[in-house]
Each structure stands twice: as structure tokens, then as C-alpha cells.
């Protein structure tokens, strides 16, 4: 009676953790990479592909300045073209970085005269290959640690100012972001 309690519980528990195996390995895995200072230069997502092997899908290279704060973020897909392998009769996908389609990129400028920051957003016009004028701009300057001293949006051609002094907490940023 123990030993077939005890078997179906080792049975039961090794089925638990072969299914625990299978979901984890389903997950897609990222490959980050540092420069000396410990800020991420470039983040690349591979996610189970064709075949079982995982596959780079998109990639993000980040760019900073001589002072290490940040100007850049540059966000691009991989669209693989796929040639058939005589050997093996199975179609490989070719990850050359000529296959890499750019998506948006952010910019983030500073005025170190008036302590302006001005963030940028441009998205990739697939007709012309290149970044087209900004989509959306944020412009602001912080008056110390926890106040704006001065915020607007321009979306398109449209210029919102949203205030003049603003305090800074969670709720506010949570409003900042879903815009």
C-alpha cells in the first residue's frame, strides 16, 4: 500500500516538473549587454522559432553621452529571409544585420544653458527608409529634485502646455506615461 502511494506521488510529481521544464523553455530569453560604466548598450529578445531553436526577434541599442547620460534608444525587428539547406531539406533563416528593420527611436535632448530636456519620438517610414519629422515631442525643465518647473506636449502639430510648477509623485507620472 505505501509503495503504490509512493509511486503514484513520485509519478504525479515528476509529470509537475517535466510540464514546469516544458512552459520555462517556451519563455523567450534576452541577451543584455553592458558597457564599463553599467549602463545597457543593447538588449536582444530570441524567442522559440521555427524548429524549436530560438530566434533573435527585436533589438534595442541604447546611445550615450561623454557624461553617461542618456540620448538614444533605437528600436528594430528582425524580418529573417529563409533559404532552403540541401543537406539537411530545411529552410534556415538568414539574422544578418541587413535584415533588421528599425521600428522608432527615441531621443532625448538636453540645454545645459536652461536646463531644458526635450524627448523625442520618430517612427520609421518603411517607404522612404528612414525616420521621418518627430511624432511626439515632451519638453521639460525640472526646478529641483521634485518639481517641474515647466511641461508641454506637442503631438503632431498640436502644443499643450500642461503647467507651469507641477509636484512630482506617482499618480502624476502614471498620467505622464499613459499619454
Given at each position: 500500500?505505501?509503495?503504490s ?6 509519478t ?12 520555462k ?23 522559440p ?18 557624461n553617461?547620460d ?8 528582425w524580418q529573417?529571409?529563409y ?33 531644458f530636456?526635450?524627448?523625442e ?13 518627430p ?39 502614471a ?5
Amino acid at each position: 500500500m505505501k509503495t503504490s502511494i509512493l509511486r503514484i506521488v513520485c509519478t504525479a510529481f515528476t509529470i509537475i516538473m517535466m510540464n514546469a521544464v516544458a512552459v520555462k523553455a517556451q519563455e523567450p530569453c534576452y541577451d543584455t549587454k553592458w558597457n564599463e560604466e553599467g549602463r545597457v548598450v543593447s538588449k536582444t529578445m530570441y524567442a522559440p522559432g521555427d524548429f524549436g531553436f530560438y530566434e533573435p526577434k527585436w533589438t534595442v541599442n541604447y546611445t550615450y553621452d561623454e557624461n553617461g547620460d542618456f540620448l538614444e534608444k533605437e528600436v528594430s525587428v528582425w524580418q529573417p529571409k529563409y533559404e532552403l539547406n540541401e543537406k539537411t531539406g530545411r529552410w534556415v533563416s538568414d539574422y544578418d544585420e541587413a535584415n533588421r528593420t528599425p521600428k522608432y527611436c527615441f531621443i532625448q535632448k538636453r540645454d545645459s544653458v536652461n536646463n531644458f530636456v526635450t524627448e523625442e519620438l520618430f517612427v520609421w517610414n518603411i517607404k522612404e527608409k528612414a525616420y521621418g519629422s518627430p511624432v511626439e515631442t515632451m519638453t521639460y525643465r525640472l526646478k529641483d529634485s521634485n518639481h517641474f518647473n515647466y511641461l508641454a506636449f506637442r503631438k503632431g502639430k498640436e502644443y499643450v502646455k500642461i503647467t507651469d510648477s507641477l509636484n512630482l509623485d506617482k499618480d502624476i507620472l502614471a498620467r505622464l506615461v499613459n499619454k
